[in-house]
């Protein structure tokens, strides 16, 4: 069966029920691809770099030679593993300008009755809109609050009562500070963040305010596109404010139970900001299962942290809110009252 080749904009619609495959090495790969694509390289890391020096040194036509005699043995094998992961004999396929290897693996798989829709531009097309999409104009609304007022849980909430949110720290895989990568997943590169920030974007009414945690220009080690950064501070920020005993009660629940060597790891990597008494004595108290004590000493830290970063932000666009006592869907409600105020909608 004869490939079909299609648009982006074709793309995004037969995404949502076929699967997509990436024709590119596995270090390409593992660098940043479409979400939910799966690995069947055409040419290896070293295949490719082969082929590359050959191209450089000798021209077009013994690269593509040499790419054929070098991935012609494992025809079979590629088709097979196909078979075995698609049963349906469907699939998107993509190289990095949707050229010679996604027309290899297109002509490999439509052999064996596949139906193929290849990506016209490849993981180049892509990659533009995902660059530009997260460089674009959008209706911010900022939460803020000191470590430990549970703004995450708070943006969950505003998500589950239909407002539009980004989880920024959900996508980087890390919770901004120096305890924010135990428990989760490793995180990706730059490139791919971009691209997980722009498939969410894509999907937003931009007529409608969207949500997001105050956040430092890093999450880990990722860094925020500067328009889109840039944007977060000229937003209106919400900033709630609980006790420390609240703030406190909150981290012992989300870090108590954590594994004490990655508490300790995470308060060394603090030890030049926080100074060797202080270090030593957050170390002690996480042995000694002491939560409140430990917990109260670093907070000391992010609270001047956090005071330093709240200047990015204008101060005429900055509310202040104060959340102790208040119910769960309470608050909700409150956020969205001065959500309305900023944006002119009447509230009861």
Known sequence: MAEILISLEEFWKLREHLPLIDARSEGEFAQSQIPGSIN??????????????????????????????????????????????????????????????????????????????????????????????????????????????GKTVLLKKLKESGEQVIDLEGIAHHKGSSFGSIGQKPQSTVEQFENLLAEELRV?????????????????????????????????????????????????????????????????????????????????????????????????YYDKTYDFDLHRHVANKTVHLDLTGFSMGDQVQLLLNTKNKFYGIPTN
């Not at 840039?230 to 406190?248: D, G, H, S, V």
Request: with cysteine; proline share 4%; net charge positive.
């Open 40 to 149: 069947l390289p055409i040419l290896t890391n070293e295949e490719r770099v082969k082929v590359g020096t050959l191209y450089k040194e000798q021209g077009s036509l013994e690269a593509t030679l040499k790419g054929f005699e070098l991935v012609g043995p494992r025809f079979h094998q590629i088709q097979k593993e196909a078979l075995e992961r698609f049963p349906d004999r469907k699939a998107i396929v993509y190289c990095w300008r949707g050229g010679m290897r996604s027309q290899i693996l297109s002509w490999l798989l439509s052999m064996v009755g596949f139906e193929i829709y290849r990506l016209k531009g490849g993981y180049k097309t892509y990659r533009t809109y995902t660059f530009e999409k997260v460089r674009g104009n959008y209706p911010l609304l900022v939460l803020g609050g000191k470590t430990g007022t």
């Open 204 to 300: 937003m009414d931009i007529s409608v305010p969207i949500w997001v945690e105050n956040e430092s220009r890093k999450i880990g080690r990722l860094i925020i596109p500067d328009r889109f950064y840039e944007q977060m501070t000229q937003a209106p920020l919400l900033e709630i404010q609980r006790t420390e005993r609240e703030r406190i009660e909150h981290i012992s629940e989300e870090y108590g139970q954590l594994p004490e060597s990655e508490l300790i790891a995470a308060v060394k990597r603090l030890q030049k900001r926080l100074g060797g008494l202080r270090t030593q004595q957050a170390i002690t108290d996480i042995q000694e299962k002491k939560l409140t004590s430990w917990i109260s000493n670093l907070l000391l």
